[in-house]
């Protein structure tokens, strides 16, 4: 047992950590306040290689594992959430493709992924009726001679609109109640049929785009379904497990970013005649704060580590996504409180951490789900044994 | 990065977990309720190394690492919690102390047979007026000639009724406060030496706990452990693995209370199915097994940073602090999934509950390790 990164671990989280610093940080609430996506920081994260962390570096990508991608994902995300979350599902396009793609496939887009010549992937799951239950899904797709004709809507699409590549999934025979059904193809921005909708206009992580799309007669040839036909749903599931650790992975973010500011205004701010960090009040929020940062983080990495491993991980990736995420709110809820009267301004940034953490106990599976992928994979195994 | 066990760690596991559930599980009912030592079962403990996991071979222990000390704590407090802390008062309070700061005759006497389980250790450390605040301590030691007297009161000391040898701090230069501090190896049967009656405690009550008195109570000088003055710091440096054993104490009693909740949800029918089936009890196994496993990772974690000889007050603290905070509200959770059964001693889940409240008591309080962790992310 050992909790130590390795060199490539660490050189990543440093690479990461001095970008999101230098970069990110500072453009974080113009960003956020003007909508703003940040395509010039996407294009700096792709030189990085921080765009296809745990892709073969045949295709572009770094290689550098699932535990460099959770740490460097943690390190964006105590910058910007809104990057982060850009950032964290070019990844997971990136992956999906590099498990799933043919050899045409991955030549094709995975080093425009990783280097951030198309400025992101997009992942076209949800639906406006089918958001956590994906088996309900009715986006269709036709079989026409070579060829398959997409028909239907996605909706909470992030990076929908900048998306060079979206991996759309959609219903090619009936729901067998095994998920089965369901397909998933790699359609390229720009295909006729395809259709930019709404923008969202969130509470949080404004910098990230989030789109409706629609499909309407939406045409790709058959080289372009990633897996079998009617394994979709599987491509998925594989997927989302391994989302997971990057929302576990941003809410440790999120929570680090909310201890700093903390510990920062608690040593500067006098009330009483002393700097509020020597008011226990204070200290012990920060010492919650920074326990909660600890397991959030340790939960992320075992479950990171699992999956480099090779190992099952489904379990351990709900349980730091929900750990993670519902620790999220409480710092962020603390931090504003520190900071009293100023924390419910934009003036200081834990307002937007605040708005920007609210959204990880929701997306890529809710608090409910992983609750029930937790319960459902402990009673099968009987008990919690490490 | 590598969060496998080796296989030595594993071992070490899954010896303890057969033994617990073996020696302490069917006992521990009646130890509770009788208020009864478990003296087979601490001879049984020490004849497998486990009363000095980590002293090394030549010094009598069983010469492994602090993280299968940490995995041997929550096995046998799973199965017994109160002999899971006369467990943890051996390794942690007493023999690591004698190991770390004892001359190699203080090893021969005090630390050998006591890593074997021959005799038994406590740490003396509270006093009726002094816990969280150690600086201020009554108990003083006088030197006179190739003696220390000791006078004054130690209060709620685990082991005591039994111990052999008590390691005892006291005052040898009050206008020092903590920097006056001293440490010393004290028999039981010396003179001027005596115990209280055993506390009646809420849980863990198969181990044992009173007040020692000592009345001018003479020791040889060589029995003082360190330097005059370096009380303070090996007690604080106990205190910091001392935690460990407890965060690990109180991660197996939730481990036990979360797997009887798991076997009785299973059990139990409710509006015509299993109340496994209800997503109200789903949703609390849930959050129970998160919540232990992310104790077991913080655990195990300052444990490795022991081994790796790196300081580890902030994680050990994190480890007790949130361990035993967890322990509490998982155990009433599983009261809760046993409804009125819960309640009623025919089940362990109320034992698990009252053994859970100390964890967040000795050894440094909750209050304590948030201290101990607001100072050093201030100072971060």
């Known amino acids: 047992m050992d909790f130590e990164l390795d060199d490539t671990q660490r050189a990543i989280q440093d690479t990461a950590r001095a970008f999101a610093r230098e970069r990110v940080a500072p453009a974080a609430a113009e960003n956020d306040r003007l909508r703003r996506f940040p395509a010039d920081l996407i294009r700096g994260l792709g030189e990085l290689g921080l765009l296809a962390v745990n892709v073969p570096a045949a295709y572009g990508g770094s290689e550098a594992g699932a535990v460099a991608y959770a740490l460097a994902i943690m390190e964006i995300a105590a910058a910007d959430c809104a990057t982060a979350v850009t950032m964290a599902v070019t990844n997971m396009v990136g992956e999906l493709v590099a498990r799933f793609g043919t050899e045409e496939q991955k030549r094709r887009h995975l080093p425009r992924l990783a280097a951030a010549e198309v400025l992101a992937g997009a992942f076209a799951l949800s639906e406006p009726q089918a958001g956590s239950d994906a088996a309900a899904m009715r986006t269709r797709a036709v079989r026409r001679g070579d060829r398959w004709v997409i028909d239907g809507a996605k909706q909470w699409i992030t990076s929908g609109d900048v998306a060079g590549v979206l991996v759309v999934w959609a219903r090619t025979g009936p729901a067998d109640g095994g998920g089965g059904g369901v397909t998933a193809f790699l359609v390229e921005q720009g295909t006729p049929g395809l259709q930019v909708g709404r923008h969202e206009d969130k509470l949080g992580i404004r910098a990230s785009s989030t789109v409706a799309l629609s499909f309407d007669g939406c045409e790709v040839p058959d080289s372009a379904r990633l897996g079998e036909v009617g394994q979709g749903l599987r491509v998925a599931f594989a997927a989302l497990d391994g989302g997971r650790i990057g929302i576990a992975s941003q809410a440790t973010g999120t929570i680090r970013a909310a201890l700093d500011a903390s510990v920062r205004y608690a040593r500067d701010r006098q009330a009483f005649g002393v700097p509020i960090a020597e008011h226990q009040a204070v200290a012990f929020m920060l010492a919650d704060m920074a326990v909660e940062h600890d397991t959030a983080r340790l939960l992320a990495l075992r479950a990171a580590a699992l999956k480099e491993a090779g190992r099952p991980f489904t379990r351990e990736a709900s349980m730091a996504k929900l750990w993670a995420s519902e620790a999220a709110q409480r710092a962020v809820g603390r931090a504003v409180q520190i900071h009293g009267g100023v924390g419910y301004t934009e003036d200081f940034p834990v307002a937007r951490y605040f708005r920007d953490a609210r959204v990880q106990t929701i997306y890529e599976g809710t608090s409910e789900i992983q609750r029930l992928v937790i319960a459902r994979e402990l009673l099968k195994d009987g008990a919690s044994r490490g | ?380």
């Open chain 2, 1 to 380: 990065m590598d969060i496998q066990l080796t296989e030595e760690q594993r071992q070490v596991r899954d010896l303890c977990r057969e033994f617990a559930d073996r020696e302490l599980r069917p006992n521990a009912r009646r130890w509770d309720r009788d208020h009864e030592f478990p003296a087979a079962a601490v001879k049984q403990l020490g004849e497998m190394g486990l009363m000095g996991v980590a002293v090394p071979a030549e010094w009598g222990g069983a010469g492994m690492d602090n993280v299968s000390y940490a995995l041997a704590m929550e096995e046998i407090s799973r199965g017994c919690a109160g002999t899971g802390v006369i467990m943890s008062v051996s390794n942690s309070l007493y023999c690591d102390p004698v190991l770390k700061y004892g001359t190699d005759a203080q090893r021969k006497e005090f630390l050998e047979p006591f890593a074997r389980g021959e005799k038994l250790g406590c740490f003396a450390l509270t006093e009726p007026m002094s816990g969280s605040d150690a600086a201020e301590m009554r108990t003083v030691a006088v030197r006179r000639g190739d003696e220390y007297v000791l006078d004054g009161t130690k209060n709620f000391i685990t082991n005591g009724p039994q111990a052999d040898v008590a390691l005892v701090f006291a005052m040898t230069d009050k206008a020092k406060r903590h920097k006056g501090i001293s440490a010393f190896l004290v028999p039981t049967d010396a003179r001027g030496f005596s115990r209280g009656k055993p506390d009646e405690k809420v849980g863990i009550r198969a181990s044992g706990s009173c007040s020692l008195f000592f009345e001018g109570c003479a020791i040889p000088a060589r029995y003082r452990l360190g330097e005059e003055g370096d009380g303070f710091k090996i007690a604080m440096g106990t205190l910091d693995g001392g935690r460990i054993g407890i965060a690990g104490q109180a991660l197996g009693i939730a481990v036990a209370a979360f797997e009887e909740a798991v076997a009785y949800a299973k059990e139990r029918k409710a509006f015509g199915q299993p109340i496994t089936q209800f997503q109200a009890i789903q949703f609390m196994l849930a959050d129970m097994a998160t919540e232990i496993d992310a104790a077991r990772l913080l655990v195990l974690r300052a444990a490795a940073a022991k081994d790796r000889g790196v300081r580890h007050s902030a994680e050990s603290a994190m480890a007790k602090l949130f361990a035993s905070e967890m322990s509490e509200r998982v155990t009433s959770k599983a009261i809760q999934i046993h409804g009125g059964y819960g309640y009623v001693k025919e089940f362990d889940v109320e034992r698990h509950w009252r053994d859970s409240r100390i964890t967040e008591i000795y050894e440094g309080t909750s209050e304590i390790q948030r201290l101990v962790i607001s100072a050093s992310v201030l100072k971060g």
